[in-house]
């Protein structure tokens, strides 16, 4: 397995910060009252998922890495939900985005399971 250089060479990471472009993008249509609110919100924990990833990516340890893991995979799901609200809400399609969220939720999966055989035994 080759080992990658920086965070940015992983595809979970890449991934995760197309889901904050695309975020971001999605958010700015919002209507201007929820800039503090639902905008605000789902900015902060997609953007926690990426740099969450990109920190444990740097850490030494597995238990380390774990832990940021964990912690991003605690921001997908707040993001999960920000997405059924913005659904409920009728602000915008969350179809695509919500597809493209679920495929760093497999691939950030795979990563944390590989990290943990690491901590095993």
């Not at 921001?75 to 609200?85: D, M, T």
Request: charged share 30%; glycine share 6%.
């Amino acid at each position: 397995m080759e080992k990658k250089q920086d965070f940015r060479d992983l595809i979970v990471w890449r991934k995760a910060h197309q889901f904050v472009l695309e975020t971001y993008s999605m958010t700015s249509r919002f209507p201007r009252e929820e800039l503090f609110g639902i905008t605000s919100q789902i900015r902060k924990a997609s953007v926690s998922i990426a740099a969450n990833i990109a920190e444990g990516y740097s850490k030494r340890g597995p238990r380390d890495k774990m832990r940021f893991f964990n912690i991003a995979q605690g921001s997908l799901s707040e993001c999960k939900y920000y997405l059924i609200l913005i659904h409920d809400l009728k602000y915008g399609s969350v179809r695509e985005i919500g597809l493209h969220l679920e495929e760093v939720s497999r691939l950030l999966n795979s990563y944390r399971r590989a990290i943990g055989n690491t901590t095993e035994g």
